[in-house]
């Protein structure tokens, strides 16, 4: 088998796929958000501040070791961070793409506050972060699709 040209391959774009949550604890009120799946750099950037984030703020109870710092107490109160939450809210940070109409992109403090105000939505939000990340990587439905085409709403395709 010949040895592959990566320079003579096209590069694969994931294109965005806009989102809407709703909760039912928080009436009239609709998360909306443009996700795209990440490439491998993007992934390990966004996996390289979590991982600094899990340092500074939850530490290795396992080997003994204190984080650096509590998270900041919100207007909601202390809110809990583990590993899985920080990763997971970085993941969704670097997956938004800006579009005007939606106002900036949530930030990972913003992401962190929706897991406490919207809880519904945020689960929704990470069901579909992980489904557009699986669907680029060809896995899962193909509804995001990655040679940037547009991306059929069928799910079940």
Same mark, same amino acid.
């Given at each position: 088998m010949p040895r592959v040209q990566p320079y003579a391959l096209p590069r694969l774009v994931p294109q965005g796929e806009d989102l809407s949550f709703d909760d039912p604890r928080v009436p009239g009120t609709t998360l909306t958000v443009r996700l795209r799946a990440l490439d491998a750099p993007a992934q390990l950037r966004a996996l390289g501040t979590a991982e600094r984030l899990i340092a =500074?703020? +939850?530490?290795? #109870?396992? *080997?003994? +070791?204190? #984080? *650096?710092? *509590?998270?900041p107490e919100t207007v909601h109160g202390r809110i809990?961070? /583990? /590993?899985?939450?920080i990763q997971t809210a970085c993941m969704i940070e670097a997956q938004q793409e800006f579009v005007p109409e939606?106002? !900036?992109p949530y930030s990972f403090d913003e992401l962190v506050a929706l897991t406490v105000t919207m809880p519904t939505a945020w689960i929704g939000l990470m069901g579909a972060s992980g489904r557009i990340q699986q669907a680029f990587l060809g896995k899962g439905p193909k509804r995001a699709n990655p040679t940037g085409t547009p !991306?059929? =709403?069928? /799910? /079940? !395709?």
């Open positions: =500074k703020f +939850v530490g290795d #109870p396992d *080997e003994g +070791v204190d #984080p *650096e710092m *509590e998270y809990d961070l /583990s /590993s899985t939450l939606n106002g !900036a !991306a059929s =709403k069928d /799910s /079940s !395709a």
